[in-house]
Antibody
């Protein structure tokens, strides 16, 4: 069964850092483009960033709102992807979803909640 | 690329056929997907490449359009179709979602 499981969310102070993890099963992560999408409380969906696949040298792209603060990485040996978040702001409070970028965005994790507050 | 959706909400009867619109601020060819989201749940993929059904999605859902104007149609509306529907353009970075159309029942 194809599955994505996020972890690493929690409460962090403004200006702090956090690393989210996404563990993939049922497919080989390195073959696929992967995305992070977030949803602030009561708001719509916002694309955060993408890492392209091995054939595309894992090129990354980011939304303007997170560029320079967030970094996407992978560990193929663990079939996992990560979202490294720095200089966190209250506006980054959201549920963060790990998504497979195949046939559009065809597989979503259950999400992990990040709360930025003092 | 800015995405707009209309209406922002709609109310329908069980059994109705409903159509919602997604518009892009520039040509995205067929780089458009549709998602269904219920409260507290992750989005469910419905349509990719404007008109192709994602795996396991019933044929009551259909998508059409290309360029800047797209539609999602749901036939024989059922109570479990009550949700918010989002479109996404993935033709160009940065990808952008529409603000959503909320579907409920009269």
């Amino acid at each position: 069964e194809v599955q994505l499981v996020e972890s690493g969310g929690g409460l962090v102070q403004p200006g702090g850092t956090l690393r989210l993890s996404c563990a993939a099963s049922g497919f080989t992560l390195s073959d696929r483009y992967m995305d992070w999408v977030r949803q602030a409380p009561g708001k719509g969906l916002e694309w955060v960033g993408r890492t392209e696949n091995k054939d595309r040298s894992y090129t990354t792209q980011y939304a303007a709102s997170v560029k320079g603060r967030f970094t996407i990485s992978r560990d193929d040996s663990k079939n996992s992807m990560y979202l490294h978040m720095n200089s966190l702001q209250s506006g980054d409070t959201a549920v963060y979803y790990c998504v497979r970028g195949y046939f559009g965005m065809d597989v979503w994790g259950q999400g992990t909640t990040v709360t930025v507050s003092s | 690329i800015q995405m707009t959706q209309s209406p922002s909400s709609l109310s329908a009867f069980v059994g109705d056929r409903v159509t919602m619109i997604c518009r892009a601020s520039q040509d995205i060819t067929i780089g458009l997907a549709w998602f269904q989201q219920k409260p507290g749940k992750a989005p469910r993929p419905l349509i990719y490449d404007a008109s192709s059904l994602n795996s396991g999605v019933p044929s009551k859902f259909s998508g059409s359009g290309s360029g800047t104007d797209f539609t999602l149609t749901i036939t024989s509306l059922q109570p479990e179709d009550s949700a918010t529907y989002y479109c996404l353009q993935y033709r160009d970075y940065p990808f952008t979602f529409g603000p959503g159309t909320k579907v409920d029942f009269k």
